[in-house]
């Protein structure tokens, strides 16, 4: 599967963002999808996961009650909907499609090893 991330930004703190990751060229419903961030001189991280379904979501503690991952299968798209934004958020986003099932993935936290197909990656820069 094919993806494109797009939506990042230049924003103020307490600003919102949402991103958006389209598929195509697979089947999207069938991926546990997820959202990455790295930012500058650091390593990358995980940010948040959807099951195939979008039923069940799981985020990074950090990002916690602040973003909202979704996804709509019918659009083969993602979405990020990122709140109350902090410079700290000041990242390249990319969005992936796992490998693994969704209870594999949890084993015990999610990797960018479970994902084989990224996205580009789209700038989010969060100003104080």
């Known amino acids: 599967v094919q993806l494109q991330a797009s939506g990042g930004g230049l924003v103020q703190a307490g600003d919102s963002l949402r991103l958006s990751c389209a598929a195509s060229g697979g089947i999207f419903s069938n991926y546990v999808m997820g959202w990455f961030r790295q930012a500058p001189g650091k390593e990358r991280e995980f940010v948040a996961a959807?099951?195939?379904?979008?039923?069940?979501?799981y985020y990074a503690d950090s990002v916690k009650g602040r973003f909202t991952i979704s996804r709509d299968n019918a659009k083969n798209t993602m979405y990020l909907q990122m709140n109350s934004l902090k410079p700290e958020d000041t990242a390249v986003y990319y969005c992936?499609?796992?490998?693994?099932?969704?209870?594999?993935?949890?084993?015990?936290?999610?990797?960018?090893?479970?994902?084989?197909?990224w996205g580009q990656g789209t700038l989010v820069t969060v100003s104080s």
């Open positions: 959807i099951s195939m379904g979008g039923l069940n979501t």
């Open positions: 992936a499609a796992a490998t693994v099932t969704w209870r594999r993935l949890l084993r015990p936290t999610p990797s960018g090893a479970d994902f084989g197909s």
